[in-house]
């Protein structure tokens, strides 16, 4: 039961074009959410957040869109870096007990920006 | 670098045998993570401390599976008799401990079992 779905498992864009990278979720308790960064061999690093009560959050090249109607975030770098390769996880939250504190995951989404 | 730190960061075991893993969680974090992540996969919640106290477990953490940090600072998890479906990325996360927070991850320890 994956209850936070990347349904891309690739991405290929063109270095200055923009990269969108899409996550959907199932539970309507989800209130948070995360987008991560993964290089080989290191660990995830966090790379920006919304919360349920905005739609939008931006930290320079990139933006997060959440549409809580349709369950759907969105990731958009623009532009995109050839540094920005890498695999993109979405991870959702919530206050609720059941999920208490920890994150829940996507499975992936790898990003290859071509120069 | 003041980050969390795993050690060791590549185990290769039999199967049958025991292992521990060690992470060091950033100085002043009252909260440390274990995940764990198989290929083609995201990182999977195992279990939470907040300080000493292991406050929740997944249901992926079965009997062979024991964590623990004592005196609120580093933590170890060890796996006993292991399966080679115990082979996986073990990743290990630090945080503030206030609500809304992101975590800070180290780099893991890639787990193979023969």
């Known amino acids: 039961d994956q209850q936070v779905k990347q349904n891309s498992p690739s991405l290929s864009v063109q270095e200055g074009r923009i990269s969108i990278l899409n996550c959907d979720y199932t539970n309507s308790m989800f209130d948070y959410f995360l987008w991560y960064k993964k290089y080989p061999a290191e660990g995830p690093t966090f790379l920006i957040s919304i919360s349920s009560i905005k739609d939008k959050n931006e930290d320079g090249r990139f933006t997060v869109f959440l549409n809580k109607s349709a369950k759907h975030l969105s990731l958009h770098i623009v532009p995109s870096q050839p540094g920005d390769s890498a695999v993109y996880f979405c991870a959702a939250s919530s206050l609720s007990m ?6 829940v995951f996507g499975a992936g989404t790898i990003l290859r920006v071509k120069s | 670098d003041t980050g969390v730190s795993q050690d060791p960061r590549h185990k290769i075991t039999k199967r049958g045998q025991n292992v521990t893993f060690r992470c060091d969680p950033i100085s002043e974090h009252n909260r440390l993570y274990w995940y764990r992540q198989t290929l083609g996969q ?3 919640f195992l279990t939470y401390f907040q300080n000493e106290a292991q406050l929740e477990k997944s249901r992926l953490l079965s009997d062979r ?3 623990e940090r004592p005196k609120g ?3 170890t998890l060890e796996i006993q008799r292991t399966e080679q479906g115990d082979s996986a990325m073990y990743l290990c996360a630090s945080s503030l401990g206030v609500t809304r927070e992101k ?3 180290g780099s893991g320890t890639q787990l ?3």
């Open chain 2, 42 to 44: 995201g990182p999977e």
């Open chain 2, 73 to 75: 600072s580093f933590s």
């Open chain 2, 112 to 114: 193979s079992v023969l």
């Open chain 2, 65 to 67: 599976f024991s964590a």
């Open chain 2, 103 to 105: 975590l800070f991850f």
């Open chain 1, 98 to 103: 059941e999920y208490g504190n920890k994150l």
